[in-house]
């Protein structure tokens, strides 16, 4: 028999904590928005929101997506994970790094502390890096999904370093260029080269998985990967030599190489065989909308256009936040649905499928609190936008407090599939 | 189909597609079935939606159980097939009714 991907699966040891960590995370940062709004209401570089965007990026993005990946790489790449003990380290570096790089933007501390937890962060990336082209060497699954993953594993490599230099240049400048300049650089490579391409990579195989999608066109996924990584390269070194026609040229080559992959998800929605989104799905199609309000912003900030004069800088959060907020977290609620509980079903149920009647991996959650969740974090997200859009602290406090309660429904449903103990004994 | 064949499908119908929440042969995964009296052998050829599904073992596992249910005397065995590989031209008409394809 042709092997299948849950004779690769890693250990949930490996995979599970990632999630706990993450989800935790995601709890903090939202009573972190809900008791400190003016982060999100003031020039973007500041102590409160850089904290807050490094808890997100790191402790709770990151810490998830690593966590997915360990157990989707067999998936996508049809090979077991290289090392689990290169997993365990990574995990454990970029948890403390995360606190420790958190804790001292709080206090805007450029010392000991931040270059520790920066060098750990590093560490752990090198550790997931080197997992990841590991395991992609011994597979011979030669697909686009699998060049995204290994590109975005080395954007972010580079994303961790730039950041570190970023906080040495700080304390001791050596780099002839104003802050805020690399600061775009370092998110963008971050953005751009880590998230959004690891998310094309693993989405374009699962998503069609999920929804049954045949005969998809991977050419919009050839041509995301192009536009995408030659637009970052030319971004990257036109924010250097502060060339601003090369950003411009940039930009529009990103954000076309992220409307193709769009058109690639929309094609595989439109021929879905399983007609009816289930919660986990619905969250995901909502993220992918929220997904298109970035790239506009994005494009009218960059065209100083005369009417947005006074919006640049709450739009410059507002843009952040639709990326980091909008996107990617929801998304990653999402799909949590469509991953946890089938770890957990296989690591419960294994050697009992067929023998007795058995819960299926959707019955390891409620339901009723998902759609909760949804609507909630939807509500929340909109008077979150809507507050930053218009500096009004309330609204993005009230925001921080509808989004609390959606994140505490999604920590209830995590732990919920995480302690779930066998129906069958 | 003779009839020991047509029980056997009857059989797998009672596998589910946890994904999908139909059953295996309405979803058409169930490329062929072979009894063998004389070495009480089964043999059930099945495919998956995509080649990585993370359930491919609960569905497997379950076509064999079932079998090994009803036939205690016969050995099942489930061959995995990729070639052709599964497609919508392969639901019945009541697959696609159940998954609203109409």
């Known amino acids: 028999m042709n092997q299948i991907a849950s004779q690769n699966a890693p250990s949930p040891k490996v995979v599970v904590p990632h999630f706990v960590f993450g989800s935790l995370t995601w709890l903090a940062v939202s009573l972190l928005i809900f008791f400190n709004p003016a982060a999100f209401t003031q020039h973007f570089f500041n102590p409160l929101l850089l904290s807050i965007t490094h808890l997100l990026a790191l402790g709770w993005m990151t810490m998830v997506i690593f966590g997915a990946l360990y157990q989707l790489i067999p998936v996508i790449m049809e090979v077991r994970l290289y090392s689990e003990r290169f997993a365990i380290f990574s995990f454990i570096l970029l948890g403390l790094g995360a606190i420790l790089i958190a804790y001292s933007f709080w206090h805007f501390s450029f010392h000991i502390m931040l270059f520790v937890g920066g060098s750990f962060v590093v560490v752990a990336v090198i550790f997931f890096v080197a997992n990841v082209l590991i395991t992609s060497y011994s597979s011979k699954k030669k697909n686009i999904e699998r060049i995204f993953i290994i590109t975005a594993a080395i954007w972010l490599l580079f994303t961790v370093l730039a950041g570190l230099t970023l906080a040495i240049n700080y304390a001791f400048p050596f780099i002839g260029i104003s802050h805020i300049e690399l600061l775009k650089l370092h998110s963008h490579a971050g953005i751009a080269g880590w998230f959004i391409q690891l998310i094309i990579g693993v989405s374009s195989k699962l998503l069609p998985m999920f929804m049954v999608s045949h005969n998809l066109n991977t050419k919009k996924l050839t041509y995301a990967y192009f536009l995408i990584n030659i637009g970052l390269i030319l971004g990257v070194v036109s924010l250097f030599i502060l060339w601003k026609y090369g950003v411009i040229i940039s930009v529009i080559m990103v954000v076309l190489g992220i409307f193709s992959y769009l058109l690639f998800i929309f094609e595989a929605f439109k021929k879905r065989v399983k007609k009816q989104l289930d919660i986990g799905m619905k969250q995901s199609a909502l993220s992918f909308m929220v997904l298109v309000i970035p790239l506009f912003l994005i494009l009218s900030l960059l065209f100083d256009l005369d009417m947005l004069k006074n919006l640049t800088l709450p739009l410059s959060v507002a843009y952040g936040s639709t990326i980091f907020i909008g996107f990617i977290s929801s998304l990653i609620m999402g799909q949590t649905y469509k991953t946890l509980p089938f770890i957990m079903w296989l690591k419960v149920y294994r050697g009992r499928i067929g023998k007795v009647k058995l819960p299926l991996p959707k019955d390891l959650y409620n339901e009723k609190v998902a759609v909760a969740q949804l609507w909630l974090f939807a509500i929340g997200f909109l008077l979150l936008l809507t507050g930053i859009s218009s500096s009004t602290n309330y609204l993005v406090s009230s925001g921080g407090m509808v989004l609390l309660l959606s994140v505490a429904l999604y920590n209830y449903n995590v732990l919920k599939i995480i302690f779930h103990k066998s129906k069958n004994k | ?102």
């Open chain 2, 1 to 102: 189909m003779n009839t020991s064949n047509e029980k056997l499908m009857a059989l797998l119908k009672e596998v589910i597609d946890p994904e999908l929440m139909v059953n295996i042969v309405d979803l058409g995964l169930v490329y062929g079935v072979t009894i063998n009296e004389d070495t009480h052998k089964i043999d059930v050829n099945l495919t998956l939606t995509s080649r990585g599904c993370p359930m491919g073992d609960m569905i497997t596992e379950d076509a064999k159980q079932v079998i090994n249910a009803n036939y205690p005397d016969y050995e099942a065995e489930i061959h995995l097939v990729w070639d052709p590989a599964w497609s919508i031209e392969k639901l019945t008409e009541r697959g696609k009714e159940e998954l609203g394809y109409f």
